[in-house]
């Protein structure tokens, strides 16, 4: 069955320091990737996606996510973090093999220490 | 102009009874969706519409039902409600295939 894998459940970093948050996808052929995140007590918010071309993408907030066709991955970056970057992270892919899928992965918290 | 708003906000009711969340979007986007949030935030899709059809209904129980008057709106409607309904429910909207806009949930408390 098709899936989304974040495997690192949470992250803690400090801040300043880079940001790399990881996704899996099982698929075929090459879906609809997306970043989202989600503040405490707010709705999930798109932070960047992919659906051809470069696979290099820039997003808001500084973000940058790389789809790499061979490892099935469309990880999620930032050089320097900044402590309102606190969040949960989504990641999520859409596609169609005769039915229509989005699915998110089982998100990523991320922890700023000052 | 919020683009994606649910109502209610916040909903506390009792175990049996039935209740209803409404979504409305103005963005024009032809697909809706529901998702159930849990408490350890695991977001699990319930129901999706394109131009009022549905073309996502995954395992959730039939207690739950998606009713889409037009493809602004989609509502979902929850029978006898039971303790492991409670849960955060968010309603997003989008270009089919194209990113989603959630709305900022629906806090369901079963006593």
């Known amino acids: 069955a098709q899936s989304v894998t974040q495997p690192d459940i949470h992250i803690t970093v400090s801040e300043g320091a880079s940001l790399e948050l990881r996704c899996n996808y099982s698929y075929g052929a090459t879906p609809y990737l997306f970043w989202y995140v989600q503040s405490p007590g707010q709705g999930l918010q798109l932070l960047l996606k992919?659906?051809?071309?470069?696979?290099l993408v820039q997003g808001i907030k500084g973000f940058e996510a790389e789809f790499k066709r061979s490892q099935s991955s469309f990880n999620l970056r930032k050089p320097s973090v900044h402590w309102s970057d606190a969040a949960e992270y989504f990641c999520?892919?859409?596609?169609?093999?005769?039915?229509?899928?989005?699915?998110f992965g089982t998100g990523t918290r991320l922890k700023v220490l000052a | 102009d919020t683009a994606v708003s649910q109502t209610p906000k916040y909903l506390v009711t009792q175990m049996g009874n039935d209740k209803s969340i409404k979504c409305e979007q103005n963005l024009g986007h032809d697909t809706m969706y529901w998702y159930k949030q849990d408490s350890k935030k695991f977001l699990k899709i319930m129901f999706s519409?394109?131009?009022?059809?549905?073309?996502i209904n995954e395992t959730v129980p039939n207690r739950f039902s998606p009713k889409s008057p037009d493809k602004a709106h989609l509502n979902l409607h929850i029978n006898s409600l039971e303790l492991g309904d409670s849960a955060v429910y968010f309603c997003a909207s989008s270009p089919l295939f194209g990113p989603q806009h959630f709305g900022d949930g629906t806090r369901l408390s079963i006593l």
């Open positions: 519409y394109n131009n009022k059809e549905l073309i």
């Open positions: 999520a892919v859409a596609y169609t093999s005769g039915t229509y899928k989005y699915i």
């Open positions: 992919y659906f051809s071309g470069d696979t």
